[in-house]
């Protein structure tokens, strides 16, 4: 079957007579007006510039309201509603009296104005006479000095001079400072109609309006609980009520703080279930609002983060560029909401860190063991009862580790637990002998096996319920934790959600320092925040998974009995690595002489010998001279002199009068010994 190719045909055509008429000039406006008018560029100009108009009359009200506030008894009387919705007689009592009391003094004030006029007549015709009377006094004392009588009335003239200039001046240039004042008046009210008034046509919004920011204040909040549609909330207001503030809302840090009363039935763990909810009311992402349980169940303690203030995290970790760290003194661990530094205590703690997968708990574990890395005295242990390379990095700092979750590794990690255990009872026999109770910074120095020892047990819970080695790890882990803080030995466990079978109770309970990253109920929450935590308002249930990684509520690392805090990040991605080179850094701070070796010199006896005075000085006296040498640690005390001297050289500790003293001649003596 064949197709017949379409072909077109001629057409003929012919061109009549004709000739443009051009649009007329009117029109051709009219349809640019027109165009210009549906350009949605330009209806969202004029939305703005009407809302930013309509700020004006809003801010009046606003100004009239507090005017009105300040002169009547209304907010008296606001303060009465609310106490009889809350049943509180005592308040209600106390707001009536405040109301009469106001009522009498505004009785008075009235009184004061109906006689203002006459008492300001008064006033008035006795200061132009005084200033009459001055200028006179004033003319006669010239008249006589000069001789001239015309200069009587010389200052009133003077004085009439000036009263027409400034007439002449007001009227000249009056209208310039009207428009002065009318237009910093306006702009005040602008101001204040922008921030505080919550009228806003919905005809002037766009679709930019999204990105504006709002002032966190008493009145965005009511909003924000009332937009939640939870009726007790939602009744209290529509009767004219306010919410009461405990605390107003204020400037906290990065963000807003306040602590809100909520209505009778309503809870502040509530609100905090509806966290994401709550944060569209006040134009925050979720993990910029904070609502937690206050002192009361009905109290609800809010912050807020100013927008965007949260996005850089806790920041980078201050220890990148060469710090020093001493484990005595705490080591940098991330930033609390409000953007203040805050520090892991270590000695005489142990700390469990916990949550869901993904949260950072890991992550935080790294960043407490890389600032304990760099603290020369420390040693590190850490055992990964799994296939994880999140610590590989340390091997090179750590005097034991063990990675894996091969039955071997498991028993390698039991060995290892054995032998922590038969350390601490060592320490503790040395504590014994030096007469101290708990290892403190001198003693860690010394060098006699006092030197802090941080330990990991990272994912504890494969090792704590290994079929062959769990119930002997376990029971390891609580003698540790329980008595190896005070001996110098931290003990840092770290797990998922807790539970009775995966930690022992006897671990969690003895843990000083807590970490809880977002976990899945009030079982594994009070397990890492300690007994109550949940009750008491200290959720680590609120957190977001995901939403609020890096994210943590902790416990016992500064006076509160919780903070939540952003820790920090390292990252030991390859390309990206940040631990390597800090581990580095620490191991080359350990080839370093210690504090103890800093007087085992060459010249030593030469220093001391130099240094002496007398045939016999006590101990203590020359090391202080020595100190001021170069070479000689500012912690070189007499003890440490006269033990390096026994040690080292042979020369008996002498005492004198109950004074360890050095003696020359035993100094000249070593001397001679070692030259020959």
Not at 177 to 185: D, E, N, P
Not at 372 to 377: G, K, N, Q
Request: proline share 5%; glycine share 8%; net charge neutral.
């Amino acid at each position: 079957m064949s197709v017949e190719r379409y072909q077109p045909r001629e057409v003929e055509r012919t061109v009549l007579d004709a000739e443009v008429v051009p649009t007329p000039p009117a029109r051709r406006v009219v349809q640019a007006t027109a165009r210009l008018v549906r350009d949605e560029r330009t209806r969202k100009a004029g939305k703005g510039l009407a809302r930013h108009l309509l700020y004006i009359p809003a801010g009046v009200g606003v100004v009239a309201r507090r005017w009105w506030d300040a002169h009547s008894v209304s907010r008296y009387e606001r303060q009465m509603r609310a106490a009889e919705a809350a049943g509180d007689q005592e308040a209600l009592r106390y707001w009536l009296e405040a109301e009469t009391g106001e009522k009498q003094r505004r009785h008075v004030r009235v009184m004061d104005w109906v006689q203002a006029p006459i008492h300001l007549a008064k006033a008035a015709g006795m200061i132009l006479l005084a200033v009459a009377g001055l200028l006179l006094a004033l003319g006669a004392v010239l008249a006589v000095a000069s001789k001239d009588a015309t200069l009587l009335v010389e200052p009133i003239g003077a004085a009439i001079d000036a009263v027409v200039w400034s007439w002449w001046f007001a009227t000249a240039y009056g209208t310039v400072l009207v428009t002065g004042v009318i237009a910093l008046a306006t702009l005040y009210l602008w101001d204040q109609g922008r921030r505080y008034s919550s009228w806003r046509p919905s005809w002037t919004r766009t679709s930019d309006d999204a990105v504006e920011d709002v002032a966190i204040d008493e009145s965005t909040i009511a909003r924000a609980l009332d937009a939640l549609r939870i009726p007790q909330i939602s009744s209290h207001l529509k009767q004219g009520l306010p919410l009461q503030f405990l605390v107003p809302a204020r400037v906290d840090g990065r963000g807003t703080h306040a602590v809100v009363r909520l209505p009778a039935g309503v809870t502040a763990e509530r609100i905090a279930r509806r966290r994401a909810d709550l944060a569209t009311g006040l134009h925050r992402l979720a993990k910029e609002v904070w609502p937690t349980t206050g002192a009361e169940a009905g109290i609800l303690d809010l912050w807020v983060a100013d927008k965007g203030a949260l996005e850089s995290g806790a920041g980078p970790y201050p220890l990148l560029d060469g710090a020093e760290v001493d484990v005595f003194k705490g080591v940098p661990f991330g930033r609390t909401l409000r953007g203040e530094p805050i520090v892991a205590p270590l000695m005489e703690r142990n700390t469990i860190t916990g949550g869901m997968p993904g949260q950072g708990k890991s992550s935080a574990a790294r960043v407490i063991m890389a600032g304990a890395a760099l603290d020369p005295t420390v040693e590190l242990r850490i055992w990964i009862p799994d296939a994880n390379f999140d610590f590989e990095a340390f091997r090179p700092r750590c005097s034991r580790y063990v990675m894996g979750a091969e039955d071997e590794r498991i028993a390698e990690i039991l060995a290892d637990l054995q032998a922590l255990h038969a350390e601490v009872q060592r320490r503790g026999e040395l504590l014994i002998r030096h007469g101290e109770p708990a290892v403190t910074r001198k003693l860690a120095s010394k060098g006699i096996g006092l030197h802090p020892l941080v330990c990991l047990l990272e994912e504890a819970h494969v090792a704590i319920q290994h079929r062959a080695h769990g119930k002997e790890i376990s029971q390891l882990l609580v003698d540790i934790v329980r008595l190896g803080r005070k001996r110098g030995i931290h003990m840092l466990v770290s797990t998922q959600a807790p539970t009775k079978d995966s930690m022992p109770r006897d671990v969690t309970r003895n843990c000083s320092n807590g970490i809880a990253f977002a976990v899945g109920d009030h079982v594994a929450n009070d397990a890492l925040l300690g007994q109550g935590a949940y009750a008491a308002g200290h959720r680590a249930t609120e957190l977001i998974p995901g939403t609020d990684r890096g994210t943590a509520v902790v416990k016992g690392f500064t006076g509160e009995r919780s903070d939540i805090v952003q820790v920090y990040f390292l990252d030991v991605s390859k390309g990206n690595d940040e631990v390597s080179p800090i581990i580095a850094r620490a191991v080359e701070a350990m080839r370093a002489p210690t504090e103890a070796e800093a007087g085992e010199l060459p010249t030593l006896l030469d220093d001391i010998a130099e240094v002496m005075v007398d045939e016999v000085e006590k101990a203590a006296q020359v090391a202080a001279r020595l100190r001021d040498r170069p070479g000689y640690s500012e912690r070189f005390t007499g003890s440490l002199l006269v033990d390096r001297l026994h040690r080292e050289h042979g020369i008996p500790v002498r005492r004198l009068k109950g004074n360890i003293v050095v003696r020359l001649a035993d100094i000249h003596a070593a001397q001679g010994g070692n030259d020959t």
